[in-house]
Structures are given as C-alpha cells and as structure tokens.
C-alpha cells in the first residue's frame, strides 16, 4: 500500500513537472510532444466483458472501439472509412464483398493479422455457443440466421479467406447498412490462439491480444481500466495518446466534481439536475449533442380501452407539451419528437406525426374534441397506469406528462414505478396499458428502429402492433429489386406506423459530457463514438 | 433493586407494583425538561403532517411550470422552495412526515415488541432453544432483502401495508441480539437466580425481572433503529414497494434533495432537517424513558 | 467453552444450508432474469444464452448442480461481469472493502466510547448533550447526504483530497470514505456506551468498587467499561459483518472497488452465481462475528454460562 501510494505521488509529481515544462520544450523542438500524454475519461458503469462479440453497452463499446478495429471503422466524424481493410469491392448485385485486407495489419503482439482471423471471428460471432446478443445484427450475412438458430454449423456462414489479405463475404441480398453493422463491435475481429487458450479469461490483461489503436495493460474492476497505445497498430504514427484511462463513474454528480477538481477530462454523462447549471456555469466544456435515439411512451394495444381507440390514443399524444417538457423538466437540450426515426439519416426524409405542425393550443383543442369522442369526459374520466422503471429522469417526465392530461383532458393517472427487471418483465408479457422505453439505434439506418413493430417481432414489439400493411413494406424494403427505393418504402412504412399511433413519441435524445479545453479531435456525431486514436490533448 | 425485596408470586402486591412502576415513571418523565420539550416538538411536526393541505396554500401535487427548482419564495407561499418539477417542498415536507414518522412508529412497535421479546426468551431459556432461535436471526441477517421485497411487491401488488411488512422483517433483528445479550448475563444475577429459585413462573420472570431491566440498551436501540427504516423506506420506494408519486415520504425527498445539493440546496436542507429533528426528539424521548424506567433508580 | 465453539461451527453448516437455498429459490422466483434488457433478446439469442448458463434446466436441477458446484468450490462465472468469476470479484473486492471498513470501525470503536463515556459521567449536563448532539450527527445526516457533501467540501472546495478514484488505495483516497463509513458507527457506539455505563455507574458492584476507596478513573476503567461493553459488543457482532463487506453508497459515491455494490447490483441485475456468493460470503461472517460475540460475553461476565 505504502508503494503504490508512493508511486502514485511520484506519478502525479512528473506529470506536474512535464507540464510545466511543455512550453519550453516545444520552443525547442517545436512539433515534437515530448510529454507523456494521459487521457482520463469517465466511462458510466464497469464493462461487463470487454470480449466485442458478447458486449452490449456503451460502456464496453468506449474501450472496445480503441482496443479493437474492424474490417470498416469509424472516422473521428462517424462515418464508415477502410479500418483493416484497406479497400473493398462489391458485386454489381450488391451481395458479394470483397476486402482487401491492409498488408501490415497486425495484432498487438506482432502476429500478422490475416482474413482467416475475420473467418474466425464472424463465425465465433455467430456461433450459438457464443451466445451473442447482437448476432442477430449480423443475420444479412448468408446462412446467419440458420446459424444462430443452430440449425446449421458455423463453418456454412457466408465469409471466405480468399488468400491472407482478401476476405470475401457474401450477403443474402443487397443491405445498404451492411457496412454500419462492421463497424460495430460485434465485427471485431478476435485473436484466435488466445481466445482458445484463456476461455473467459482471455481479456484479461496479460492475455489480451487485440489489433485496435490501443492495448490494455491493467483492469481493476470497479476502479479503472488502462490502455496505452499499440505499437503495432497500422495508423500508430498519428496515434498522440500514449495512455487511457477509463473509470466507472456510476455516481454521475460525483464523476462531475471530478472533472471540476481537474481529474478527469471527459465525463461519461451530466446528471439532470446539474445539465443546467453545468450549460450556465461552465458552457466551453459542456457538449450537448443529438443522439441516435427516441425517448417514448408505449401503448400496449392488447388492452383497452386505449387498444382498440385510436382517438384515445391521439388525444394523449396531442396532450402532450414537448417543448415544454424538454425546456423545463429534462433540460438537456433534447428535441421533441413527433416521429419514431430520429433524425440524421442520410437520404431519409424525416417523417411526421400528422399534428407536428400545429400550436399546442390547437393540439389540445383537438385533444379534448377526440376525449370526448372517444366518450371520455369530467364525469367520465379516462383512467389509466403509466409504468415505469425507477430513475429521476423517468419519474419527473411520467410526473409533468401526467399532469399535462390530467389538465387538458382530465384523465386520471396513476404512476407506478417498479424495480428495472420487474419492469422489463412487466412489459414484455404486456401487463402493462401505457409504459415509458426508448430505443438507441446500433447504425444509423431507419429499419434497427422499425423492424422492432414488425408483428412477428415477439416481445421486442411491446405495443403489440400488429399492421400487415406495415410488415408488408418491410418486406418489400428488403426485396434486391427495390434497393434503389429502399429509403422511399422506408418512409411510408414509418408514415403508416406513426398513423396509428401505437406509441407516444416524446423526445430525440442528446448526449451530454463536459470535454476539459486540453482535449483536442473530438468531433460531433450522432453514434457518439469517440475512438482515443483521434483524440489529442493539448498542453496547457 | 428493590425489586428482589418483593415477595415473589403474590398477585395484589404485583398489581401495585405496576401501577406505581408506571405513574413514578410518568412523574419522573414530567421532570425530564429535555424530553418534554422533544414531545411538544414532535407532536407538533406530527400534528403539522396530518393537517398539512391545511397550513398551505398549495396542493402536494400541483405543478407550477413556472417555479420550477425555485427557491424559498414567501410572497408566493412557496416557504420551503419548489422541487424539479415545479411542486411546493413546504406541503412536500409535511406530507413526507406521514409516511416517515409512520414508518419510524411501526419500526419502533415491531422491535419492541418481536425484538425484546424474542431476545429475552431465547436468552433465558439458553442452551437448544437460543441456538435454534438466534440461527433462525443469523438466517434472516443473511437472506437477500432486495429479493424479499421485490417479491412482496409481485405477490400482493403495491400496498401501505407491504411497507411495514417489509420495514418490520428487518428491523427486530438487532433488537433480538441485543436483548438476547443482556439476558444471558442478567439471568446469573442474584435477584434472577432467587426468583428462580422461589418458583416463580418463567413468564413472570421474564416479565417481572429480566425485561425492564433490559430497558436501557432496548430504548437506546430503538432510537437507532429509527432513522435507519425512515431511510431505508426510501430504498424500498426504489425497488417499487414504497410511496407512489405524487405522494412522498422524507427518505425520498432527502435522497432527491441530496442529488442537486449544489445547485437547488432547499430541497436537501428543509426535509433533512425534519428528519434530524424528529431523530433528536425520539433520541431525548428515548433517554427520558430510559431514566424514567430505571428500575434502580425507584 | 470450546467445546461450545466447536458444537456451534457444526451448528452453522445446517445455518449456511438453510441460507444458501432459501436464497437461491427467493431469487429465481423474483421477475426477470439476468439476460432482460432495454432491448429485447431475440428468442433464439435467449435460448442460446440460457443453454449456455443451463438456466434452461429445471430448477430443482439448477439448485442440485449449484449446490454441487460449490461443494467442489466453483462459484461458477458471473452473470454480469463475464471475464471474470464470482470467487475473483469477491477475493478482488473483499481486501478492500476489509481494510476501509475495518479501519472505519477501529476508529468509530474508540471515539463511540470514548464519548459515550465522556456523556455518561457528565450525564444531562451540558457536556452530555454537547457531545451526544455531536455524536449524533452521525445517524441524522443519512450517508448518501454526508459522502457527496464531504467530497464537495474537502474534494471540490478546498482541494485537500481527491474527490474519488481509488488510485491503487493511497492513503489519500482512503480518507474520506473512512470518515463517511466511520461516522454513523461512531453514534450508534457512543449512544449504546453512554447508556450502559449509566446503568453500570448506579449498579451495587460499581458502589462498592468507590466504597473500597478505588479511584474514580481506576473504577470506571477496570470495572465499568467492562460491564457496559455487553450492548455494544452485541451491537458490533452484525455490524462488523455489515461494514467490512462495504456499503453500496460509500463505494459508488467514492469510486472504490469494494464488495459493497455487489450485494445490490447484483441482486438489481439478477447476476444470480454473484448474488448467490457474497450471500454466502455473507452469511459465513454473519455467523461467525455472532459467534465471536457470545465467546466475548464470557469474557466481559464470568458469570455467562452456555449450556
């Protein structure tokens, strides 16, 4: 204990002197950085594993995104540029890939990295043994489905080593997205000689062998995890942090003190009740940006009253103040919603709920009109449940929305919050009649948000939405021949969901961190990935 | 000790005795300043409590959109501040001392009552009897909480009552340990051993003997227990089982108040002050009674 | 009495037993299941993720295999944390939840009797209620209160110690969760010793002690403290048990890598190998604190016999 308290100081010690020198060594040899360069970067909760092909979160996909790259990657912007394949080719039908693999992509430990590792890695992916949550994502690869579902072996998935630089994967069909779902962690590639000789403990490190910009040197669980930069790494030269440092901050007024005390440079999230303050106070370092997700109220349409009445169901959603909602209780900047898509999708036309355009004054005009229409009044008031799961953010929305229809329509609510897997439950055997969720999109594409209504979606459609007009389009987007008007039949798909109403669209979410003025190359994007390889900190 | 100089087993000197063992205890209480002036002061934030719709202006519930984190504004009538959802703490408070100081009276009744006497029998009869029973605690200590109200929750819904199942599960726990303690030390004391031997039932012993003069760590304990169910209410709130908004408890309101410390502080300051206060109360109430029952100070 | 210690160790395998399994199936009745997300599995994801944890098995079967497991000494993986086993995160964490904890009730041991004793001597003086109102701060101002203002103050304000982190356990880092953990313990003590040393100054033993002609100080030391430990020595047998397996708040407010948050986390992620192992954990040091407190009642009064 004594030791490492002493080596902490002496840490903290050169770290001051270093800085303090800075200005002078750069007027010595001006473009050398010679200071060792730290990133300190508050990371919400402990990774669950930080194995890419069973991680889910956030959390994991932070570190994941420098410790690993896949066959695409993502520029500091977002966008979908050549990671370990340098380049790609694709079959004029759209369903064979060809990647050309960079000839000197390597692991962190020297070994070349080859396309008989993506071979492995999308199989081991796939494999039911793997049990991977987002396997399904990868279902447009040919015999994905039939894999997963273990019906057929691993070794039958479209992907193909070609010669040691050239992997060849072959899609069912032309998939537009195709090459967002690559960029995504569950593309990973994984080091096969270790994941076989450690099992579960091959993230470990010491064990780890990754390919990304970085590579892990030490895991404490709920205390830190430390990467340093990867010698290996193809782009290692533009590479300026020599060090990361994630921390679990699952206390998020605390992990601000922190970044206010100067300890950490970026924060995972701001709690509610400080965004304003923290706008107010200290608006160079708060960063508020939209974010691929929509923040909803559920109709479960397998009950009544509201299954059954569209007007009901209308007559909530236009008693809803969004601008108000999102000025005075959430505060983060959101953007009310009146679609299910959130915006940002290149070459989709955002669409809309049809009162979107009207003044809330005449949105409760009308509210009151469809109320009373659907046979609802003072004397007969609708009463109903509002589930949700326990969080501040939740209770203060569910406490203003249902405020709002208690006074524009007299509705009676009762406000029933329950423990996270209780909810869940809850909502996934339709218990409920009206329940708070939100969806983040996984790539930016309109589908990862609608197929979830598709009727044969099982318990991820929690409305219970059941429109073979909508599953029909759904299925036409997909066909080859349509590719070129995939986005179109998207539209209307989303245009004949949002009609029915079978949920309450409330707000686009944003993403809120404090970013310390040192820190340099971090750019807006709506997958709010932020991979350390770009990012720089300045001297100051 | 005069206790050992009454003869044991005679029914009308008992009946005296416990007549005076109470009214000397009234008398001596009376004179306890400290804890006189405590019960004024927690009837009059339990009376406030109950008549709380009357001493404001503002409905518990009502949303002012615009006085949203406001601070204490008395032209308005918001003495206490606004919440974050524009609702006036001061009637929040007292509404929150139902709930709290009902949660802290069924905490106290439940490890006076299960506590004391579950300690005090497993202590005297000793030997199987006190293994078998203090295993059972040490199980009850082991057991997942969490789990146990999450399935109150799911077998009997959302209901008042659940709560002070829940609270009252836990909190005789330490109570029986405590007076277990006691017991088995007081049980080799002469005046005990002399009952004992006078063929006095074990009932009555108990009762007679080894009880009150448990008092003393029994009362101080209680006022321990206390503040820890009013914050562990909140705890089951989270799980679901405890208040439903719009209603709310000073557990509840603390924690609230504890996340914007910095930026909105009337909404940690005035429901934790409530709470300390009340906790003081039960504290010198507590000492009051302790004194007041001495059954070596008559 | 030991051969009372040893009836009583073989006492507490029936005890762990009884623990173990109502646990287990209080936990697998509750709702939800560790593989329940925002998004939904799609079913066949499930069934795969079930297969491979054998949570497809009955559950009578699950609990045989469980109980198996652990005779053998597997804990099995964590639900949750998959890289790592449930016996690493609690080996991991234990040590310092341990030292932090320890260390807390160490400090809360002195001070709570000290001012405890301080206030009886002095009973409902001004003295008495100064130190017992200080005292109490401890239990009015709840920790989820008393952690961030502390890490407001000392941390943020006035930059005298970092606001949280571990960084490998300095001293530094160490301070105020100390201070946080220490602060109710210290009122719950010091409130048990005043009012036992009270009882333990008026009784007849403590009379003659002063009538032989003792010391006041000499009295109270040798023979008062002693008899007043009874309580409080009942108070810490769960208490120690609760506070060197951490707490939940101190360790996410400060950021430490303790036990603690595994009793809740756990149990709100249905992790169910991990809920299931630090309630063993648990229990194991429940019986055994307990334990070491009816031995000590021997030592504090000759006069305890078990039979």
């Keep these: 204990m004594r030791k490492a308290f002493a080596r902490l100081r002496t840490t903290a010690l050169t770290t001051a002197f270093v800085l303090a020198t800075i200005p002078m060594i750069s007027i010595a040899a001006p473009g050398i950085a010679m200071a060792e360069q730290v990133l300190h970067r508050g990371n919400g909760t402990e990774p669950e594993t930080l194995d890419p092909h069973k991680s889910t979160g956030v959390t994991e996909n932070v570190i994941e995104n420098d410790l690993y790259e896949g066959l695409v990657t993502l520029s500091a912007e977002g966008k979908q540029v050549p990671g370990v394949a340098e380049s790609w080719d694709i079959s004029d039908d759209g369903t064979v890939y060809t990647f050309h693999l960079r000839q000197d992509a390597k692991w962190s430990n020297g070994d070349p990295l080859t396309a008989e590792d993506f071979v492995y890695s999308f199989r081991r992916a796939v494999d039911p043994d793997t049990a991977a949550d987002y396997a399904p994502i990868l279902i447009p690869i040919r015999n994905a489905e039939a894999i997963i579902a273990g019906e057929m072996p691993v070794d039958q998935l479209g992907v193909k080593a070609v010669d040691p630089h050239t992997f060849r994967m072959t899609l069912n069909g032309p998939t537009p997205f195709i090459l967002g779902v690559l960029s995504h962690n569950i593309s990973f590639p994984v080091h096969r000689a270790t994941v076989e000789k450690f099992g579960n403990e091959w993230t470990r490190p010491g064990n780890a062998v990754t390919n990304g910009a970085f590579m892990m040197t030490d895991w404490v669980p709920q205390s830190q995890v430390t990467v340093v930069k990867n010698p290996h790494f193809h782009d290692a030269e533009n590479v300026k942090l020599d060090k990361i440092v994630y921390y679990p901050t699952e206390d998020l007024a605390e992990e601000l003190k922190r970044f206010r005390a100067g300890e950490l440079h970026i924060t995972y999230d701001i709690p509610s009740e400080q965004i304003k303050w923290a706008e107010e106070n200290m608006a160079d370092q708060f960063h508020n940006t939209p974010y691929f997700g929509t923040y909803y109220y559920v109709v479960n349409l397998t009950r009544e009253p509201l299954g059954s009445s569209l007007k009901l169901r209308k007559a909530l959603a236009l008693a809803i103040d969004r601008e108000i909602l999102t000025d005075k209780v959430t505060q983060g900047g959101e953007l009310p919603a009146y679609s299910w898509v959130p915006p940002g999708v290149e070459g989709y036309d955002q669409q809309e709920v049809d009162f979107a355009k009207m003044s809330q004054a005449e949105r409760n005009a009308l509210a009151k009109k469809l109320y009373a229409e659907a046979g609802y009044g003072p004397d007969n008031p609708l009463e109903l449940e509002l589930l949700y799961n326990t969080n501040e953010n939740h209770r203060k929305i569910a406490i203003a929305v249902a405020s709002m229809w208690k006074q524009t329509l007299g509705a009676q609510m009762t406000l029933t919050n329950k423990e996270w897997k209780v909810y869940l439950e809850d909502r996934d055997l339709k218990k409920h009649e009206l329940a708070r969720a939100a969806w983040i999109g996984d790539y930016v594409d309109p589908l990862n948000f609608l197929e979830l209504f598709l009727s044969n979606a099982g318990e991820r459609n929690d409305a219970g939405y059941n429109n073979p007009e909508f599953d029909r389009l759904l299925a036409e987007a997909a066909k080859p021949e349509n590719v070129d008007k995939r986005m179109d039949i998207l539209e209307q798909a989303e245009a004949v969901f949002l009609a029915d109403m079978p949920l309450i669209p409330i707000y686009h979410y944003t993403t809120q961190h404090m970013i310390s003025p040192d820190v340099q190359g971090w750019e807006f994007n709506v997958l709010d990935i932020h991979p350390g390889r770009y990012i720089s900190l300045k001297s100051s | ?298 | 009495m030991l051969r009372y210690a040893v009836k009583r160790m073989l006492g507490a395998l029936p005890t762990l037993f009884l623990i173990i399994t109502i646990a287990f199936f209080m936990m697998r009745l509750a709702p939800g299941g560790p593989f329940d997300k925002e998004r939904n599995l799609p079913a066949q994801v499930e069934a795969n993720l079930n297969k491979a944890y054998h949570l497809d098995e009955p559950l009578p079967q699950q609990y045989l295999r469980y109980v198996g497991n652990i005779l053998q000494g597997d804990f099995g993986p964590s639900f949750q944390y998959k890289d790592f086993s449930v016996t690493e995160l609690i080996w991991g964490g234990f040590p310092v939840s341990l030292r932090l904890g320890g260390l807390a009730i160490l400090f809360a041991f002195g001070i709570g009797v000290a001012l405890g004793t301080v206030a009886a001597l002095n009973q409902n003086s001004l003295t008495d209620y100064l130190v017992m109102g200080t005292a109490m701060t401890g239990i009015t101002i709840p920790n989820f209160v008393m952690a961030p203002l502390l890490t407001l103050v000392f941390g943020l304000y006035l930059s005298w110690l970092p606001v949280g982190g571990w960084g490998g356990g300095g001293i530094a880092h160490s301070v105020l969760p100390i201070v946080a953990l220490c602060l109710p313990q210290v009122a719950a003590i010091a409130r048990l010793t005043r009012g036992s040393m009270i009882e333990v100054l008026r009784s007849n033993f403590m009379r003659t002690a002063r009538a032989k002609g003792l010391p006041e100080r000499v009295t109270i030391l040798r023979h008062g403290l002693k008899a007043a430990m009874l309580p409080v020595v009942s108070y810490l047998g769960p208490a120690v048990a609760s506070i060197i397996t951490g707490s939940v708040i101190i360790e996410q407010i400060f950021g430490i890598p303790g036990i603690g948050r595994y009793f809740v986390q756990a149990a709100l992620n249905r992790d169910y190998t991990l809920v299931m192992g630090v309630t063993i954990f648990y229990g194991v040091l429940i019986i055994l604190f307990n334990l070491l407190v009816d031995l000590l009642y021997g030592l504090l009064d000759p006069k305890v016999r078990y039979d």
């Excluded at chain 2, 609230?256 to 909404?267: D, K, L, N, V, Y």
């Design chain 2, 1 to 298: 000790m005069t206790d050992t100089a009454i003869p044991p087993g005679t029914a009308p000197t008992e009946e005296f005795a416990g007549r005076s063992l109470w009214a000397d205890a009234w008398r001596r209480l009376m004179r306890n300043r400290a804890a006189m002036a405590s019960i004024v002061i927690l009837a009059a934030i339990a009376l406030a409590s109950i008549f709380a719709p009357w001493l404001s202006p503002h409905p518990y519930d009502e949303i002012y959109w615009d006085q949203i984190d406001a601070p204490p504004n008395f032209a308005l009538g918001h003495y206490f501040g606004t919440d974050s959802n524009g609702r006036d703490l001061f009637v929040r408070t007292l509404y929150g001392g139902r709930m709290s100081l009902m949660v802290g009276l069924v905490a106290t009744l439940v490890s006076l009552v299960i506590g004391v006497a579950y300690g005090a029998t497993a202590g005297f009869i000793g030997g199987r009897v006190d293994a078998v029973m203090m295993r059972f605690v040490d199980v009850l200590y082991s057991l997942p909480f969490i789990f146990f109200v999450i399935l109150l929750t799911v077998m009997f819904g959302r209901h008042l009552v659940l709560i002070f199942v829940a609270i009252g599960a836990i909190s005789w726990l330490d109570m029986a340990r405590i007076v277990r303690g006691q017991t088995i030390s007081l049980k080799r004391k002469e005046f005990v051993e002399a009952a004992v031997a006078g063929g006095v039932s074990s009932f009555n012993i108990l009762r007679r003997h080894i009880i009150p003069n448990t008092l003393g760590p029994v009362v101080v304990y209680v006022t321990l227990t206390v503040p820890q169910v009013i914050l562990t209410e909140s705890f089951i709130s989270f799980l679901g089982l405890g208040v439903q908004e719009p209603n709310t408890s000073w557990g509840v309101l603390i924690s609230e108040g504890a996340r914007s410390m910095e930026t909105t502080p009337w909404a940690l300051i005035f429901p934790a002050t409530f709470l300390a206060v009340t906790l003081f109360c039960f504290n010198f109430i507590g000492d009051g009674l302790r004194d007041a029952l001495d059954p070596r100070d008559r």
